[in-house]
């Protein structure tokens, strides 16, 4: 799943998503302060311009140029709060502590020796910051043969990995999908992680 990969299939049609911000990330950041957040794989930009239009700052990254052109042409009105960036973060990591919410939904982080992309993406969230991850639910996909559920993450995997010490896990379970799937697909169940990085 490489640039070439991302920007085929948002050539493919019109438009790609909805335009509408992921409930998940409505209802679980619903009651924070605005700062400094990170949309990782941002596509065409519905959560960055909901989380700016509520005040953050948003850094905003996606690996196909194609989504982040849309995205920029949806922006009118957020005045400079969203700044859109072409990168790959599972080779490159964002800055480190610098973001009060990193937010990752249905990006698929395919699990790493080490685990080095997930580690950047973690290091990412500043001391008393946000990490909100969500995903289609495990028992919702299918092997195929050029796709195994296991080789990603989800949100068990992730939480096992975050020293308690360090991090205070609010949410790790599934929950119905708020929202109609995307045309051809089957998914019912959101997997969901919330953790906040102690201070």
Known sequence: MDAQHWDE????????FSGNPNPVLVTETAGLPP????DVGCGEGADALWLAQRGWQVTAVDISGTALHRAA?????????????RADL????????????VSIHYFPLHRQPGHTALHGLLN???PGGTLLFATHARADLTPREDFDPADYYQPDDIARLLDPTAWNVLTNGTRPRATPTPAGTHHTQDAVLRAVRLP
Request: charged letters at 15%; a neutral charge; hydrophobic letters at 50%.
């Open 124 to 126: 990412a969230v500043a």
């Open 35 to 38: 700062g400094q957040a990170l």
């Open 73 to 85: 042409a949806a922006a009118a009105g957020v005045n400079g709060r969203v700044a859109w960036a």
């Open 90 to 101: 599972t080779t490159t990591p964002p800055p480190a502590d610098a973001f009060d919410l």
């Open 9 to 16: 299939m948002y050539r493919s049609r019109d438009q790609a």
